[in-house]
Protein backbone atom coordinates (compact mmCIF):
# COMPACT_ATOMS: atom_id res chain seq x y z
CA UNK A 1 0.00 0.00 0.00
CA UNK A 2 1.10 3.52 -0.68
CA UNK A 3 0.14 6.88 0.95
CA UNK A 4 -0.13 10.24 -1.03
CA UNK A 5 -0.22 13.53 0.25
CA UNK A 6 0.19 16.58 -2.14
CA UNK A 7 1.26 20.10 -0.95
CA UNK A 8 1.59 23.24 -3.02
CA UNK A 9 -1.63 24.16 -3.27
CA UNK A 10 -2.64 27.80 -2.28
CA UNK A 11 -4.23 31.31 -3.88
CA UNK A 12 -2.73 32.82 -6.62
CA UNK A 13 -3.94 36.00 -9.22
CA UNK A 14 -4.88 34.90 -12.53
CA UNK A 15 -1.44 34.61 -14.89
CA UNK A 16 0.84 33.46 -11.57
CA UNK A 17 2.15 30.09 -11.42
CA UNK A 18 2.47 27.21 -8.52
CA UNK A 19 4.02 23.72 -7.79
CA UNK A 20 1.81 21.00 -6.37
CA UNK A 21 3.90 18.05 -5.00
CA UNK A 22 2.97 14.54 -4.28
CA UNK A 23 4.98 12.96 -1.66
CA UNK A 24 4.39 8.48 -1.20
CA UNK A 25 5.44 6.89 1.70
CA UNK A 26 4.78 3.25 1.79
CA UNK A 27 6.34 1.86 -1.21
CA UNK A 28 8.53 3.21 -3.95
CA UNK A 29 6.61 5.56 -6.20
CA UNK A 30 9.12 3.93 -8.85
CA UNK A 31 6.13 1.14 -8.86
CA UNK A 32 3.81 3.11 -10.42
CA UNK A 33 2.51 6.05 -13.04
CA UNK A 34 1.22 8.68 -11.53
CA UNK A 35 -1.50 11.03 -12.15
CA UNK A 36 -3.03 13.82 -11.00
CA UNK A 37 -6.60 15.07 -11.36
CA UNK A 38 -9.08 18.21 -10.28
CA UNK A 39 -12.43 18.74 -9.09
CA UNK A 40 -14.20 21.63 -8.67
CA UNK A 41 -17.15 22.21 -6.13
CA UNK A 42 -20.06 20.55 -8.13
CA UNK A 43 -18.01 18.77 -10.83
CA UNK A 44 -16.83 15.13 -11.51
CA UNK A 45 -12.86 14.64 -11.19
CA UNK A 46 -11.20 15.23 -14.21
CA UNK A 47 -8.12 13.98 -15.54
CA UNK A 48 -5.48 16.74 -15.83
CA UNK A 49 -1.55 15.29 -16.23
CA UNK A 50 -0.35 11.24 -16.05
CA UNK A 51 3.57 10.41 -16.06
CA UNK A 52 4.94 6.89 -16.53
CA UNK A 53 7.81 5.34 -13.84
CA UNK A 54 10.33 6.62 -14.95
CA UNK A 55 8.93 9.86 -16.95
CA UNK A 56 9.88 9.07 -20.26
CA UNK A 57 5.79 9.05 -20.87
CA UNK A 58 3.64 11.94 -20.03
CA UNK A 59 0.12 12.73 -21.37
CA UNK A 60 -1.93 15.93 -20.64
CA UNK A 61 -5.34 17.72 -20.48
CA UNK A 62 -5.89 19.45 -23.70
CA UNK A 63 -6.83 22.16 -21.63
CA UNK A 64 -3.22 22.21 -19.74
CA UNK A 65 -1.21 21.60 -22.47
CA UNK A 66 1.78 23.93 -22.67
CA UNK A 67 0.46 25.52 -19.39
CA UNK A 68 1.41 22.01 -17.02
CA UNK A 69 4.31 19.96 -16.54
CA UNK A 70 3.95 16.87 -14.88
CA UNK A 71 7.99 15.31 -13.57
CA UNK A 72 9.08 13.33 -11.30
CA UNK A 73 11.67 12.41 -8.89
CA UNK A 74 11.86 8.60 -8.01
CA UNK A 75 14.73 9.36 -5.47
CA UNK A 76 13.18 11.50 -3.36
CA UNK A 77 9.77 9.61 -3.63
CA UNK A 78 7.79 12.81 -5.21
CA UNK A 79 5.70 13.34 -8.27
CA UNK A 80 5.29 17.68 -9.06
CA UNK A 81 2.56 19.39 -11.11
CA UNK A 82 4.83 22.86 -12.38
CA UNK A 83 1.39 24.99 -12.89
CA UNK A 84 2.00 28.32 -15.10
CA UNK A 85 -0.78 30.73 -16.59
CA UNK A 86 -3.33 29.99 -13.97
CA UNK A 87 -6.70 30.71 -14.91
CA UNK A 88 -9.91 31.05 -12.50
CA UNK A 89 -10.79 27.87 -14.49
CA UNK A 90 -8.04 25.94 -13.14
CA UNK A 91 -9.50 26.66 -9.10
CA UNK A 92 -10.29 23.06 -7.85
CA UNK A 93 -9.29 20.35 -5.22
CA UNK A 94 -5.89 18.66 -7.09
CA UNK A 95 -5.57 14.82 -6.60
CA UNK A 96 -2.59 12.80 -7.28
CA UNK A 97 -3.01 9.15 -7.83
CA UNK A 98 -1.24 6.04 -8.65
CA UNK A 99 -1.61 3.25 -11.44
CA UNK A 100 -0.25 0.33 -12.88
CA UNK A 101 -0.94 1.27 -16.29
CA UNK A 102 0.89 3.41 -18.46
CA UNK A 103 -0.38 7.13 -18.16
CA UNK A 104 -4.18 6.38 -17.93
CA UNK A 105 -6.77 9.21 -18.10
CA UNK A 106 -9.54 7.58 -16.49
CA UNK A 107 -10.30 7.21 -12.79
CA UNK A 108 -11.07 3.46 -12.55
CA UNK A 109 -7.62 3.11 -13.58
CA UNK A 110 -6.01 4.67 -10.49
CA UNK A 111 -5.68 2.69 -7.33
CA UNK A 112 -4.50 4.90 -4.28
CA UNK A 113 -5.35 8.72 -3.98
CA UNK A 114 -4.23 11.24 -1.86
CA UNK A 115 -6.38 13.93 0.04
CA UNK A 116 -5.77 16.67 -2.29
CA UNK A 117 -4.70 20.25 -2.24
CA UNK A 118 -6.76 23.31 -2.75
CA UNK A 119 -5.84 25.45 -5.43
CA UNK A 120 -7.51 28.92 -6.25
CA UNK A 121 -6.77 31.26 -9.05
CA UNK A 122 -8.47 35.09 -8.66
CA UNK A 123 -9.15 36.71 -11.35
Known amino acids: QVQLVESGGGLVQAGGSLRLSCAASGRTLSSYSVGWFRQAPGKERDFVAAISRSGTNTRYQDSVKGRFTISRDNAKNTVYLQMSGLKPDDTSVYYC????????????????WGQGTQVTVSS
Open 97 to 112: ATSQLLVARTLTSYDY
